[in-house]
């Protein structure tokens, strides 16, 4: 079952680099609870498919690229975490950022029910010109 979970996370990276929404969406629990790292604009808890659109909304927003680049995934159960290389370019500044991200996933029945993820906020936050909360 983990193998499945695997290609399950990587039809979902698969999608996103496609900008293939609909696909998207179709390896996402209609009830997903989706966690986004505050202080980012993007951050913060959504729920189902159109927290995820919100999410996703607000990502590109604040940047006019950003592309997961998932190199390893490692599964355990209903877990699935995946370490990445996520780039963008923040749309207010101008600037690139690269940071690397781990993210977990939890799939069940061949759906995504879960997602959060934790990475360099620093990094991601003074490219897009704003300063961390302390």
Same mark, same amino acid.
């Given at each position: 079952m983990s193998q499945h979970n695997v290609d399950v996370v990587r039809g979902f990276y698969e999608a996103v680099h496609r900008r293939d929404f609909e696909r998207l969406f179709s390896f996402i629990d209609e009830h997903v609870e989706w966690i986004g790292l505050k202080p980012l604009?993007?951050?913060g808890v959504f729920h189902g498919h159109d *927290? /995820?659109?919100t999410y996703f909304q607000r990502a590109l927003e604040a940047n006019t690229e950003l592309?997961?680049?998932p190199y390893e995934?490692?599964?355990s159960g209903d877990k699935v975490v995946s370490l990445s290389w996520v780039r *963008? /370019?923040?749309r207010t500044t101008g600037r690139p950022w690269k940071v690397q991200c781990c993210h977990v996933w939890t799939v069940r029945n061949?759906?995504?029910v879960a997602m959060y993820y934790i990475c360099d906020v620093a990094t991601i936050m003074d490219a897009l010109g704003?300063?961390?909360p302390r």
């Open positions: 604009p993007w951050g *927290g /995820v659109r592309v997961p680049e995934y490692v599964a *963008g /370019v923040a061949g759906k995504i704003q300063s961390t």
